[in-house]
C-alpha cells in the first residue's frame, strides 16, 4: 500500500516556476516507478513525467521536456516535478502516482495509487 500526497502547487505568472512534492508512505514505495500526471479543466488526465524505479530512467511528454523535471529522494521518501518557463497552458491539477511494475508509463490507467492532486494556475 503506498499513499502518497501532492503539496507545491499555486498560482504563478507565465515564465515563472514551482516546484511540486509528493510525499510518499509505504516501506516499498522506492521500489515503485513514480509518474506525475494532469487534467486541465474540460479535459483528460494527461501524462507529464515519470521515473522508473528499476534504473530511474525519465520519461516525460514532449510539451514539458527541457522545462519540467522529475527527481524522487528516497531517503525523504518524496518525488519533485520543478516546472520551469511555466505557460498558462500548464494549468491545471497535477497529481502523482504510483505503479508497482508497467511497461506503460504513460497510461494514466496502470497507475495503482494516486494523490489527491495540488492546483497549478498559470497566468499570462
Known amino acids: 500500500q503506498v499513499q502518497l500526497v501532492e503539496s507545491g502547487g499555486g498560482l504563478v505568472q507565465a515564465g515563472g516556476s514551482l516546484r511540486l512534492s509528493c510525499a510518499a508512505s509505504g516501506r516499498t514505495w522506492n521500489s515503485y516507478t513514480m509518474g506525475w500526471f494532469r487534467q486541465a479543466p474540460g479535459k483528460e488526465r494527461e501524462f507529464v513525467t515519470a521515473i522508473r524505479w528499476s534504473d530511474g530512467r525519465i520519461y516525460s511528454t514532449d510539451s514539458v521536456k527541457g522545462r519540467f523535471t522529475i527527481s524522487r529522494d528516497n531517503a525523504k521518501n518524496t518525488l519533485y516535478l520543478q516546472m520551469n518557463s511555466l505557460a498558462p497552458e500548464d494549468t491545471a491539477v497535477y497529481y502523482c502516482?504510483?505503479?508497482?511494475?508497467?511497461?506503460?508509463?504513460?497510461?494514466?490507467?496502470?497507475?495503482?495509487?494516486w494523490g489527491q492532486g495540488t492546483k497549478v494556475t498559470v497566468s499570462s
Open positions: 502516482a504510483a505503479v508497482r511494475n508497467t511497461i506503460l508509463l504513460m497510461s494514466a490507467g496502470r497507475y495503482e495509487y
